[in-house]
């Protein structure tokens, strides 16, 4: 072997074992950080009724990353210890939540509770005056003895409802119950006169019967 040729090999063999230790320092850094990251899930609720809260919004401010809970308040999110993470919900004060750092594996769990943001509005009166010279106008025009009880007797009296009734139409029901009994009477009576309660002794015994008991007085 001359002296040219075993140079190469040495250097090729001397290249090729830092190549294997490169590779075996950055699969061992990779493992490292893949080691601290955090599978993290949890519940969002409500504190005063503890309710799921859905569509909560979960923002870590480190990553610079968030998600959504879903309709059951529940969330996952892959975070690293010591992450501050945001709870944001409208009508609910904004709280944080900080990965710890002492965890020694790679899942933890949650249970995180949302307060209520009370907000004491002023006072908001509504008028269906515009001004009050006007609310005085119609204080002193107003009949007080025209109440919602006296409208609803008069608009239901009998007269008002006899007048409704007879301007209006029958409806599809109506209608064909008068055309089936029509097509009834006429096949009942196929062949002989129609039925006349004139000439029916029947009739006349319940027409005598209800006059002697008075059924027949106007109302």
């Given at each position: 072997m001359?002296?040219?040729?075993?140079?190469?090999?040495?250097?090729?063999?001397?290249?090729?074992?830092?190549?294997?230790?490169?590779c075996t320092s950055l699969t061992s850094t990779a493992q490292v950080e893949d080691s601290?990251?955090?599978?993290?899930?949890?519940?969002?609720?409500?504190e005063s009724s503890l309710d799921p809260m859905p569509f909560t919004t979960v923002f870590d401010i480190s990553s610079r990353r968030g998600i959504i809970t879903d309709y059951y308040g529940y969330?996952?999110?892959?975070?690293?210890?010591?992450?501050t993470l945001l709870?944001?919900?409208?009508?609910?004060?904004?709280?944080?939540?900080?990965?710890p750092d002492s965890l020694?594996?790679?899942?933890y769990n949650i249970i995180h509770l949302m307060m209520e943001d009370t907000m004491n509005l002023p006072e908001v009166s509504v008028y269906p005056w515009p001004s009050k010279e006007n609310f005085a106008r119609a204080f002193?025009?107003?009949?007080?003895?025209?109440?919602?009880?006296?409208?609803?007797?008069?608009?239901?009296s009998g007269e008002n409802l006899a007048f409704y009734a007879a301007r209006l139409q029958t409806d599809a029901s109506a209608s064909y119950g008068n055309a089936m009994n029509q097509r009834n009477t006429k096949v009942y009576t196929t062949g002989q006169l129609p039925v006349n309660n004139l000439f029916n002794p029947y009739a006349w015994a319940k027409l005598v019967q209800d006059w002697k008991a008075g059924n027949l007085k106007r109302e």
């Amino acid at each position: 072997m001359t002296q040219p040729f075993a140079t190469f090999c040495f250097r090729y063999r001397i290249a090729f074992i830092f190549c294997i230790i490169a590779c075996t320092s950055l699969t061992s850094t990779a493992q490292v950080e893949d080691s601290s990251l955090i599978q993290m899930s949890g519940v969002v609720i409500a504190e005063s009724s503890l309710d799921p809260m859905p569509f909560t919004t979960v923002f870590d401010i480190s990553s610079r990353r968030g998600i959504i809970t879903d309709y059951y308040g529940y969330f996952s999110m892959v975070v690293v210890p010591g992450d501050t993470l945001l709870f944001s919900f409208y009508g609910y004060k904004t709280s944080s939540f900080i990965v710890p750092d002492s965890l020694t594996d790679n899942v933890y769990n949650i249970i995180h509770l949302m307060m209520e943001d009370t907000m004491n509005l002023p006072e908001v009166s509504v008028y269906p005056w515009p001004s009050k010279e006007n609310f005085a106008r119609a204080f002193v025009e107003m009949d007080p003895y025209d109440d919602a009880l006296r409208r609803a007797q008069r608009e239901l009296s009998g007269e008002n409802l006899a007048f409704y009734a007879a301007r209006l139409q029958t409806d599809a029901s109506a209608s064909y119950g008068n055309a089936m009994n029509q097509r009834n009477t006429k096949v009942y009576t196929t062949g002989q006169l129609p039925v006349n309660n004139l000439f029916n002794p029947y009739a006349w015994a319940k027409l005598v019967q209800d006059w002697k008991a008075g059924n027949l007085k106007r109302e």
